[in-house]
């Protein structure tokens, strides 16, 4: 019950069927103890599902759960030493917030005084022993957030789940949220599992983020790698706003290859493609908008649509390779729609799309 | 943890064993034992269970369940089957009911043992239970009912028979048309129900209107109006319609006196009995239109509105369309109401009979002709059950107004001028008219005789309740103490019990998912829609004889108001719990809390309007209730209401209203008594939330 170390994860082959729809699907990867790794992807696309068969709410299909090095797949929520906080929080609107966090020893069979102290504690480690005698109505939704953040931890779990956790805060809170249960886990080493569908969160928040689409995983890896170079369009597309458009690739070595777009040239990692005309995918942020003529040519455009957003600006530009979305920290010399443009391409953020 | 099972296995067993041992098989008291055969095959399965557990953590869990499953069925079964098929045996006691109940839990762990119900003991056990009480309580007595119904004379089932009794010209003879006598009884249910059924809905939609569209300020007066029939004795009503408009009524001395108009009796018969049941039912149909009337969005009148319609286009073209179902639902319960009504027919139907009050005399006249009166029970039990499908698909189709979801804000449109005189107009006549029944049935008790002695007296309350003090201290010598003691046990009795099971049906309803569950939800709501004659005729043909042996005794009575009434408390919780977000169960599970755990510390407590809503009910439903009871009474088990209805008969109108009021009186006492006991929930300091009296079919 107490075992404090942090436990690692494994799924293999994890199916989750109901009845003619399949949630889940042939699902397996690894998260190593201590770490904080996110599940990341649009709404169906059976996220919260996996993190439920990892809560042991939901019971697979087939395939197996290991957490620690046992096999849990056969085990209820309750038997499995993984704790959850909940998308609703779902603190019990009767009880105070002690009681709230008392629950867990207090059902595990501590007494009264035991159950409590321990619960004084795990408020204490969330900032909200004063608030100990209130009720969950009483509250703020940070404040309802750590209390439920407490309740998970007073049984001192291996694992913590979180079911997008930021999603009922306003966003001012939710980055300080963000960063206490970052600060958090980095303080206890326990081992995180966090479902979210914002991809800022997940790059802000991870050790490694997991994509998943229509039941599967998509795409494993680091927040830099999945940003930087995704796989697939679809990768491309959720981990942020993103431009297709088409380009030359002439290899030139095992890793890297010359991908010509309209009359620029950057060396990019080939990713195996053959040479030939391939898909690209350039961050908006990495088409540069340059003053005057630049040297080693550049892409002529006109600003079709300007949206000023304080920290940045954004622009539709309709150039020779279509149409382009360019964000530009410039917002002291802002271009009205209609203005000839010069574009160039930043060293970073263009990826070869394998199809 | 996960031997819990075992454990629980062991107990059984051994309440089974003891059981067998200590307390009698069968229930008769002149003290003849049951053959060792019968005792044999449940004393070795309850043994083989016993050293199943002596053969533990080798044995894995699917053999164990499977054991478990089968000693327990089986042997069941055996005892189920061999009760059934011997004739000429007492029935069952204590002892075979302790040992049944063993053997079905021990059923229901080797299901929970096999993995059935996510290998949860206490869900496998509760739904096991529910099921086979329903099965035994409410299916079986329906199928005797229909067996009866079928057989003839001489006890051959025979399609004839059936064809004879439903069809007989007594009920669907057409007389009246020609002039001759009266109608068949068929005819008169049929006309009386859909006459009803028009009133009420007509005049709660009124009420509605009046309530939601209008400035109305007295709208807790008519809220209270709501609450009144649900604490009324069923022929309270049909009382005050007589000593308004009876032969010695008020009315008609008037009429007398100024007029010289001899004295009618227009009252006895199908006006009057239209007129008390709509007075009795209209509370309900406004329960249900004014969910119907506040569930029009506002906003799609303004945007009538904003389209240049005037208010009676918008009302006529937008705001009745929208409740058109809802209208449909009333008007169904109505129906229903109107059928399986039993008091207000037999106080004021006089020659006028109808389906449920020809049962009654054909059991307990000079009749008595069982078949006939189960045929009758199955024509009633047609009727009602088929509107309550037909008003379930209404219901069950997505009612318009649940399309726009709430959060929709906005002013209601004010009625049109026409439409809201129309409804002020009949709102408020019939207001005082309902007021002023209740206020003669409640003055009726302080006098002499009504209609000739006009005298003040306690004279009824001192002849119903009369308290002596004698030489070893109070005696109850006022006529009315014997039921009145009993109908407060056995409602006593009744009401935690209706509660419970209520309750844990809907946990098992709505938060547990297994095979079989649609079927489970079938037949615990069917029950709610027998009309109470049927429940009555029934358990009569079903607990009249071994195995199961009841009538004449006290626990026949809870039996009924049990399952009569759980389905309020079903529907309350089902209610108040589709409110409670699932996550908070699953909060408690991954925090340690097992099934049992989670339902006594989350969910009961956050139940606890529910909880207070189905306890009131059922308890005042017990008190309350005449339809099913009044076949079930014995000299030793009088019920107040009963007792009511034969003073009624009798014409001694005095005792029964000063009775009535007592009940009335004592009922609102015990409203407050539970909602103090049960508490209140609390969620927010300061504000308790306490919803309103659930409401449905009362019969």
Same mark, same amino acid.
């Given at each position: ?6 436990? @690692? ?38 996220? /919260?599902?996996? #993190? @439920? ?7 697979? *299909? ?61 408020? =204490? ?75 800022? %969160? ?17 795409? %494993? ?20 706003? *993103? ?16 991908? /010509? ?56 530009? !309709?150039?020779? &390779? ?21 574009? *160039? ?11 | ?59 894995? $869990? ?81 199928? $005797? ?27 669907? $003879? ?24 028009? *009133? /009420? ?191 379930? $698909? ?54 002499? /005789? ?8 306690? @004279? ?32 006593? &009795? ?35 829609? &027998? ?23 006290? &626990? ?58 189905? #306890? ?39 005792? =029964? ?34 919803? !309103? ?7």
């Amino acid at each position: 019950m107490t075992d404090r170390r942090a436990a @690692r994860i494994e799924l293999s082959g994890v199916t989750k069927q109901y009845g003619a729809v399949t949630a889940v699907r042939d699902v397996s990867f690894t998260i190593a103890a201590g770490s904080l790794v996110t599940l990341l992807g649009p709404s169906g696309c059976g996220k /919260t599902t996996t #993190l @439920r068969l990892i809560a042991g709410l939901e019971t697979v *299909t087939s395939g197996r759960i290991m957490i620690g090095g046992d096999d849990v797949t056969a085990l209820g929520a309750t038997d499995r030493n993984v704790s959850m906080v909940f998308q609703s929080y779902a603190l019990f609107p009767h009880m105070s917030v002690l009681d709230n966090v008392a629950y867990g020893p207090r059902v595990g069979g501590r007494s009264r005084r035991q159950a409590a102290e321990s619960a004084r504690e795990a408020l =204490a480690g969330v900032g909200l022993a004063e608030l100990a005698d209130r009720l969950p109505s009483e509250l703020s939704g940070g404040q309802q957030q750590r209390v439920a953040i407490a309740r998970a931890l007073v049984l001192e779990p291996r694992v913590l789940l979180f079911d997008e956790p930021l999603s009922n805060l306003d966003a001012r809170l939710r980055r300080q949220m963000r960063e206490e249960i970052r600060a958090l886990q980095q303080r206890l080493g326990i081992t995180v599992v966090y479902v979210t569908h914002d991809q800022e %969160e997940a790059l802000g928040v991870s050790d490694r983020i997991i994509v998943m689409n229509h039941a599967v995983v998509a795409q %494993e890896g680091p927040p830099r790698d999945l940003y930087e170079s995704p796989d697939d369009v679809f990768v491309a597309g959720f981990m942020g706003e *993103t431009n297709r458009v088409k380009g030359v690739l002439w290899r030139l070595d095992e890793r890297t290859g010359r991908l /010509t777009i309209g009359g620029l040239t950057r060396t990019v990692p080939h990713r195996g493609l053959a040479d030939g005309t391939v898909d690209v995918a350039i961050r908006p942020e990495a088409i540069l908008i340059v003053d005057g003529q630049p040297t080693g040519g550049a892409l002529r455009g006109t600003v079709s649509q300007a949206a000023y957003l304080g920290s940045r600006m954004e622009y539709s530009i !309709a150039s020779e &390779i279509g149409e382009l979305f360019v964000t530009s920290p410039a917002v002291d010399a802002p271009l009205a729609p209609g203005a000839p443009v010069a574009l *160039t391409l930043a060293s970073h953020g263009i990826t070869l799309i394998r199809p | 943890m996960r031997d819990g099972l075992r454990r629980w296995a062991l107990v059984w067993s051994l309440v089974g064993c003891a059981g067998l041992a200590l307390a009698p098989w069968y229930a008769a008291s002149d003290g003849a034992g049951p053959g060792k055969l019968q005792l044999l095959v449940p004393g070795l399965a309850l043994l083989a269970a016993l050293a199943l557990r002596n053969l533990p953590l080798r044995l894995g $869990r699917a053999t164990l369940g499977l054991r478990l499953m089968v000693l327990g069925g089986g042997s069941f079964i055996y005892i189920a089957a061999q009760g059934f098929a011997i004739g000429g045996q007492p029935g069952m006691g204590l002892g075979a009911a302790v040992v049944a109940t063993s053997l079905v839990m021990l059923f229901a762990l080797g299901l929970a043992a096999r993995g059935f119900f996510k290998g949860d003991a206490f869900v496998a056990g509760a739904v096991v239970v529910v099921a086979v009480l329903v099965v035994f309580f409410t299916l079986y007595p329906v199928a $005797r009912i229909l067996l009866s119904a079928v057989q003839g004379s001489d006890g051959a089932v025979s399609g004839r028979a059936l064809a004879e009794r439903l069809f007989a010209a007594k009920i669907w $003879r057409l007389d009246c048309l020609t002039g001759g006598r009266s109608c068949g009884v068929g005819w008169n249910t049929l006309v009386l129900a859909l006459l009803t059924a028009t *009133t /009420t809905t007509a005049l709660g939609l009124a009420f509605a209107l009046v309530v939601t569209r209008t400035g109305f300020k007295a709208k807790r007066l008519l809220r209270v109006l709501t609450v009144l029939p649900i604490i009324t004795p069923p022929f309270v009503i049909g009382l005050g319609l007589i000593l308004i408009f009876g032969r010695s009524g008020l009315v008609n001395q008037l009429m007398e006196w100024a007029f010289a108009v001899p004295p009618s009796r227009w009252i006895y018969g199908l006006p009057g009995v239209w007129l008390a049941q709509t007075l009795s039912f209209t509370p309900v149909a406004f329960l249900v239109l004014i969910g119907v009337v506040e569930g029009v969005s506002p906003s799609l009148e303004e945007a009538s509105q904003t389209l240049r319609a005037d208010r009676w286009q918008t009302f006529s073209r937008v705001s009745l369309p929208l409740m058109l179902p809802g209208l449909a639902n009333a008007f169904l319960v109505g129906f229903i109401e109107s059928i399986a009504d039993f008091g207000n027919p037999i106080v004021l139907g006089g020659n006028f009979g109808v389906l449920s009050t020809e049962a009654f005399f054909s059991i307990v006249g000079a009749q008595l002709d069982q078949g006939r009166a189960a045929s009758l029970g199955v024509l009633l039990l047609v009727l009602a059950l088929g509107a309550f499908f037909v008003q379930r $698909r209404v219901v069950g189709r997505k009612v318009y107004t649940a399309i726009s979801g709430k959060g929709d804000g906005g002013r209601p449109a004010p009625l049109p001028p026409f439409v809201r005189r129309l409804a002020f107009g009949v709102a408020l006549p019939w207001t005082m008219l309902t007021l002023s029944i209740y206020g003669m049935a409640l003055a009726g008790g302080f006098v002499e /005789t009504w209609g000739r002695d006009y005298t003040p007296t306690l @004279r009824h309350y001192a002849k119903a309740f009369s308290v002596e003090w004698g030489g070893t201290g109070i005696i109850w010598s006022g006529s009315a103490w014997r039921s009145f003691w009993t109908t407060l046990e056995l409602a006593s &009795i009744a009401a935690p019990l209706t509660a419970a099971l209520g309750i844990l049906t809907a946990y098992l309803l709505v938060r547990q998912r297994f095979a079989g569950r649609a079927a489970f939800e079938f037949a615990t709501m069917l029950s709610f829609a &027998i009309p109470g004659t049927v429940i009555g005729v029934s358990y009569i043909l079903a607990f009249n004889v071994p195995p199961i042996e009841l009538t004449g005794t006290g &626990i026949i009575l809870i039996v009924c108001f049990v399952f009569r009434n759980m389905p309020v408390g079903l529907r309350a919780g089902v209610a108040a719990m589709s409110q409670i977000d699932g996550s908070l169960d699953e909060a408690s599970r991954t925090l340690g809390g097992r099934s049992f755990v989670t339902l006594r510390r989350v969910i009961l407590p956050l139940l606890r309007p529910a909880v207070v809503a189905a #306890l009131v009910y059922s308890f005042v439903r017990a008190m309350t209730t005449v339809s099913a009871v009044i076949f079930l009474v014995s000299a030793d088990y009088d019920m107040a209401t009963t007792y009511i209805i034969h003073r009624v008969l009798n014409g001694d109108y005095g005792v =029964a209203i000063a009775y009535s009021s007592v009940l009335i009186v004592l009922m609102l006492a015990a409203i407050g008594l539970i909602q103090l006991l049960v508490g209140e929930r609390r969620l927010r300091r300061g504000a308790p939330a306490l919803e !309103a009296l659930p409401t449905g079919p009362i019969a």
